[in-house]
């Protein structure tokens, strides 16, 4: 069962952001990731891709990067969302908190409390076990 917030917390994160790296992006048409990404996408945000697998390549028109640390700092990054699995995130989170993001966005099912500690300890605002691609139309924020 996804995590409980405030909608007002969602909906303040959602519009707020404007650029998203998303750590676990897949070139992939049929994973999560890559469908997320796409309505993301056509929901008006950037995203940056992030898999080391992938590096160097362009995915849904934009560069992918091998981690957190090599996108450019000219790409202010406001939410950093997780498509991984949960023993990932407090490197993940460390990687976060270095490139300043104001978001931590854990994926469906991936949890890791002691992470989410750290990263709001560090100003982070943190969501973990939701997804943005169900939020969004739920809180009535879909556009065309």
């Given at each position: 069962?996804?995590?409980?917030?405030?909608?007002?917390?969602l909906r303040d994160i959602l519009t707020t952001v404007k650029t998203i790296a998303m750590v676990g992006a897949s070139p992939k048409p049929h994973r999560a990731s890559h469908r997320v990404m796409a309505y993301l996408q056509h929901q008006g945000y950037r995203v940056i891709p992030v898999n080391p697998g992938c590096r160097g390549e362009q995915l849904l028109g934009e560069r992918v990067y091998a981690k957190l640390d090599d996108i450019p700092d000219t790409l202010s990054i406001?939410?950093?969302?997780?498509?991984?699995?949960?023993?990932?995130?407090?490197?993940?989170?460390?990687?976060?908190?270095?490139?300043?993001?104001?978001?931590?966005?854990?994926?469906?099912?991936?949890?890791?409390?002691?992470?989410?500690r750290h990263a709001k300890d560090y100003g982070l605002e943190v969501v973990m076990d939701r997804c943005p691609k169900i939020d969004i139309p739920r809180l009535g924020m879909e556009s065309n």
């Open positions: 069962m996804a995590q409980h917030y405030d909608d007002s917390y406001d939410m950093v969302d997780v498509f991984r699995r949960s023993d990932a995130v407090p490197e993940i989170a460390e990687a976060a908190i270095r490139i300043r993001a104001k978001v931590l966005w854990l994926q469906l099912g991936v949890i890791h409390a002691q992470a989410a």
